[in-house]
C-alpha cells in the first residue's frame, strides 16, 4: 500500500521546551494509524503540523498523492480537534454549510450530503436547531459530521473517545471500520492504548516529543514476544504481583497481565494462582500496548515523571 | 479567496440578523436627532428658568434689567442649540443709597438654600451704590452653583450695559444717542469655499460636525469592538483550530474584519438614507432647526463619509483584532488595547479645536498623518475646503497604514489565536509578529 503522509524529521519548540523533538513517521493509505502516547507527549502538536496550525520549526511535513499544492491538501483532510468547538448560535444546517464551504465545497452541492449525514446520526429533525440547543452527545455527532462531511481522503481523529459517552464511543468505532473500508486513511491520536489496540494497524508511539516505536501492530507485538500472562479471575489477585518469577504486573480489580521473568514458568504461577483465586481465564500471549508502552519508555522514567506532575 | 468569501459572508449574515444590530440601526437616529432637538425642547419649555433678585445700590438700574430681560426671551425661540437654554427672571430692588448692601441681602441668600420652592431664589447679584462712580467697583454675584457662569454673564453684560449708558448720559448725550452707540451689530457665519458653494458657518455648524464625526466614529469602534468579541468567543468555543486547519490565518483575519465592515456599513447606509430623507424633508418645510442641514449633505459627503468610515474602521480594527487574538477574555483584551485606543482616538479628544480650525497646522498635520487621518479629514471635509490634494493624500497614507497594520494584526493573530495562555506583554506581541 502506498504511502499518503511522511512526517520526516519535524521539530517545534514552544519557549524552550522541545514540544516535538524529531518525531519521523508515515501513514499508509488504507489504514488506520494510531499515533499513542500519554498526554503532553506532543501528539497534538505534531497533529497541528500535519494540518498546517504550525509551522514545523525544522524537518518537514510531505504528502503524495493527496493533491498538489498545500491549499488542496487541507481539503483533502478531515480534521476533529481535541478541543471540540463549534459555533454555538449558529443553525445545524448553516453550520455545516458553512464548514463544507471553508473545505472549498460548494454549499449547493454540499445539501444532499448533509442531509445524509444527518439521517445516519438521527439528527433530522434538528436541522434547523441552534448547536447549543443541542445536547452534548449530539454535539459530538455534529462534529463528528462537520469532519467527514467533505468527504476527506485522510481523517485525522485527536483523542476521538475523550468526552463521548460509551453509545457514540461505540459509533465511532463502527464509523471508523466503515470508512477504512472504503478505503479512507484515518490518523488516530490517542492516549487510551486498549482504544488503538481494537483499532490500529499501524501504531506510532510518542514519548515527550520522540518517536520511541513504530510499525504494524501484529510485528511490534510479535517483537515483544509471548511472554505475557494474560489472566481474569475473581477474588484479591494483588499477591501475584510478589511472585518471584514475575518481572512486572498490572493487577487490575478482575484481571491481572503478568510479564514472566527469564526463568519464569506459566505452569507454576497457574499452580499457584489457582490455589487462591477461581481463575476464568488464562492465556499466554504478546503484552498489550499498555505493556509494551511501560517496557519501552521504562517504568523509572514513568515514576519519575508522575512523582513531578 | 472563496473561503475568505465563506467567512465573510458568515460574519454578515450572523451579525445583521441579531436583533441587537436592527434595533441600533434604528435607534441610533432617534437618539442623534433627540441629542440635537432636546435642547431647543427644554428651551421652549422654560425648564432652564433663573429667580434672580437684583438688589440696586444705584437705584438707576431698572430699566437695563428689565430691557435685557426682555430681549433675551425674545431670542430663545427654537434656535440652533449651541447654548443651554438660560431663561433668568429678575426681581429687581432698588436699593438707593443702602450702604449695608451684604446685609440687606441676608434674607434672600437665606432664601436660595432653603425655604419653600414656590419663594426660591437661584442667584443675587448686589450693585453697591460706588458703581456708577467708581471704575474700580465690584459686583457681587451670589449663585446656588458655581457653574452657573451662563447666568452670570448675562447679568454681568445687562449691568454693565445699563452702566455703560447712565455714563453716556452723564456725558450730555441725549437717549437716542445713546441708544444708536449702544446697539450691537449682528453678525451673519458665511463660509466661502473655491468652488463658490456657500455654507453658513457658527456655532449650528458645529454641532453637526460633532455629531456626524460622532456617527463615523461610533460604529467604528462599535465594530471593532465586535470583531474582539467574535474572535475572543471562537478561542473560548473552540471553533478556531477547525477554522485555521481549513484556511490561512490571513483569509480567516479579513474574511472577519470585510464581513464586519459590510455589518457597519450597512447600518450607516440605512443611516444616511434615512438622513437623506429627513434632509429633503426639512428642505421641503424649509426649516430644519432654523438653518440649512443640507449644506452638509452634499452628494460629496456621503462619498467622503463611507470612505473614511472604512478607513478608519481599518485602522482601528486592527487593534482589536490584535487584543481579541492574544487574550482569552474581553476584559484582559480591553486592558491591553486600552493605551492603543486611546491613543487612535486622540483626534477625537481634540475634536473642538479641529472643528474650529479644519484649516490650521495642526488639523492639516493630523489629517496627513497616519492612523489619525480619516477622522481629522472627514472632518475638514466637513466643515473646512481641504484642497484636492489633501483628501487624496491622506486617503493613500491611510491606505498604506491599513496594510501594514493587517499585516501585523494578521502575524499576530497567526500566533495569538491559539494561545490560550496568560495575557501576552506589549514585548511579548513583538516577538510574536517576528515569529510568525
Known sequence: MSEILAVRNVVKVFDSVRAVDGVSFTVRRGTITGLLGRNGAGKTTTIRMITGIFMPDSGSIEWRNLAAGGAAVRDRIGYLPEERGLYKQMKLVELLLFLAEIKGKRPAEMRPNIDRWLERFELTDKRDAKVEELSKGNQQKVQLIATLLHDPDLIILDEPQSGLDPVNMVLVRNLLRELKEEGRTILLSTHMMGEAEKMADEIVLIHRGKVVLEGSLESVRESFGHNTLHLDYDGDGSFLADLPQVARATIDNHGAELTLGDSGDPQKILEVAMGRLRIRRFELGAPSLEEIFIEKVGIETLAAEEALR | MNKMWAVLKREYLQAVRKKMFIVMTFLMPVLMV??????????????????????????????????????????SGLSGGSQLPNLISVSYIDRRGDMALPLTAKPYLERMTQGDKRQKVDGVLLIPGEALVNPAAVLTFYSRSATDFLTQEKLTSMANRGLQRLRLAERGLSSDDVSRIMTSVKVDAVQLSKTGQKKKGGAESFMVGFMLTALLLIPSFVYGLEIMRGIIQEKTDRVVEILVSSMSSSQLLIGKIFGVALVGLTQIGVWLLLAGGAATFAAATASFAGFDVLQFLHPSFFVYFVVFFVLAYLTYVCAYAIGGAACNSEREAQQLIMPITMFMMLPWFLMAAIITNPDSTLTVAFSLSPVFGPLTMFVRTLVGDPPMTHVLLSIAISLVTVSVLLWITTKIFRVGILSYGKRPTIPELWRWIKVA
Do not use: C, H, W, Y
Open chain 2, 34 to 75: 433627540a441629542l440635537f432637538f432636546i435642547p431647543s425642547l427644554l428651551m421652549v419649555r422654560g425648564l432652564g428658568t433663573k429667580n434672580v433678585v437684583v438688589l440696586d445700590g444705584t437705584g438707576e438700574l431698572r430699566e437695563a434689567f428689565l430691557r435685557g430681560n426682555a430681549s433675551a426671551a425674545k431670542k
